[in-house]
């Protein structure tokens, strides 16, 4: 039987409320004991005076949760305290007494994915939707953590497994008069699930990129106002401003929102070919980042005489986006004209980005779920590969053989590979007397 564990569930330091986590069999023990009073109804707000051994602790809100209505599907007790520090010390010092076990990171998660609560992907949908920064990783997030992709991977699983169901049957009763031709049959549904793993698959890591984030570039001259326009788009001081040319070596980053999704925008070296020393290094990074990039930002020098001296050709035709800066100074606007100097055209700049970020990594509000981890992309490779074998197999022993990995890959998403299901589904459909 599991031991009973305590965590505090808000965050750390000083705070109005602090939340109290305690869940396992001894939860409710717990609960009676640092109150002396029964458990009050499941679901019920109670306001308890806590002691420990006679010296009172804090009057806290308490909530029972009786397994298996319970976020781990045990027996959970919250403890809503005053957010003190001695406080806390306090009642995980009367918990600890009572032999208790303080829990270790995601427990309480592992528990309700094992207890059956939640499966994998609706688990790590939940640390996506307390590490979201943005809101459209809020929103996906949220999307996953209410079980859309693992709908979209249950209903693969459950075709798949009528598929190896009937690829068993192939074998079994190869010799034997059945009305189907089981074969063809466990083809054609591993041949339909192949198609929208497929499809899931080539979707330009979208989701993942919703996550982690968009690298946007910033490239140009020495002194054509690149760290100026990074400081200005960031809101803050970032990266030295100089008159100095080279000013910028080691890349610079900041964080910024992009009509709600996250995007690193790096700072580089200006781009010279004349550069020696540390200059040098600091251009080779520059050129390396935007390499990595998923968007370059060309930043030019509007007021200067060869604007486009020193880049290399495929830069400037490969930008995602050209600015022309310092358009206070200069009488010619050409293009995109921005002053990081005045904000003038900033505006017009954020929209810009905002709808080239757009475009990567928004989707249509009807559309499937987008893949949001390499560990899924991974499995769904696997199981494509398999899929792909067990459609080209020659025999029914080695089609099943495949089919059956790329069930146990579907499985690795979820975190549900059960090989009961398969018989399960073999009896239900078949009903052939045996
Ligand atoms: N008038 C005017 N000056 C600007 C503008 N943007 C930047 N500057 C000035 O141009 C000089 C260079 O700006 P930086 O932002 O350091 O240029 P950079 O591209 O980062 O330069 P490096 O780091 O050397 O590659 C500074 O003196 C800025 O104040 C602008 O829009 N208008
Ligand atoms: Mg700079």
Redo the contacts with the bound molecule.
């Keep these: 039987m599991a031991d009973t564990i305590f965590a505090l569930s808000s965050a750390a330091g000083r705070a109005g409320v602090a939340v109290v986590r305690v869940s396992g069999p001894r939860a409710g023990e717990a609960l009676k004991t640092l109150s002396a009073k029964a458990l009050p109804k499941p679901r019920m707000a109670v306001t308890r005076q806590l002691s420990a051994n006679g010296a009172p602790i804090d009057d806290a809100l308490a909530l029972w949760f009786q397994g298996p209505s319970s976020f781990t599907g045990e027996d959970v007790v919250e403890f809503h305290v005053h957010g003190g520090r001695a406080i806390l010390a306090a009642l995980f010092a009367a918990l600890e007494g009572m032999g208790l076990r303080p829990a270790e990171a995601g427990e309480f998660t592992r528990r309700a994915v094992e207890n059956g609560k939640f499966d994998l992907t609706r688990a790590e949908a939940l640390a996506d939707l307390i590490d979201a920064e943005t809101e459209g990783q809020r929103r996906q997030a949220l999307e996953q953590y209410e079980g859309r992709l693992a709908a979209l991977y249950e209903d693969w699983s459950a075709r798949l497994l009528k598929a190896v169901a009937w690829g068993e049957a192939a074998i079994d009763f190869a010799d034997e008069e059945v009305p189907e031709d089981c074969g063809a049959e466990a083809r054609a549904i591993a041949a339909g699930i192949l198609k929208e793993i497929q499809a899931h698959l080539a979707d330009h890591h979208r989701g993942e990129l919703v996550r982690e984030g968009l690298y946007l570039t910033v490239l140009g001259q020495p002194n054509a106002g690149?760290?100026s326009l990074v400081n200005a788009l960031a809101k803050r001081d970032v990266?030295i401003?100089s008159e100095q040319a080279g000013?910028?070596r080691d890349v610079v980053e900041a964080r910024l929102d992009l009509g709600g999704y996250p995007v690193t925008v790096a700072?580089t070296a200006?781009l010279r070919e004349a550069a020696e020393g540390i200059e040098a290094e600091g251009i080779r990074r520059a050129l390396a980042r935007a390499e990595a990039a998923d968007l370059t930002l060309l930043v030019l020098d509007g007021a200067a005489a060869e604007p486009y001296a020193g880049l290399p050709e495929d830069l400037i035709s490969g930008a995602s986006l050209t600015v022309w800066n310092k358009a206070d100074l200069a009488g010619h606007p050409k293009g995109l004209a921005i002053s990081a100097k005045t904000g003038a055209g900033l505006p017009e700049l954020l929209a810009e980005l905002t709808a080239l970020v757009r475009d990567r990594l928004q989707s249509a509000t009807d559309a499937p779920p987008l893949l949001t981890r390499s560990r899924h992309r991974h499995a769904l490779e696997r199981a494509a590969e398999a899929l792909t074998r067990a459609i080209a197999a020659p025999e029914a022993e080695l089609m099943s053989e495949d089919l059956r990995l790329a069930q146990r890959e579907l499985g690795r998403i979820t975190g549900k590979v059960d090989i009961e299901d398969v018989l399960g589904v073999i009896f239900a459909e078949f009903c052939i007397g045996k």
């Design positions: 690149k760290s990266a401003v000013t910028t700072d200006g």
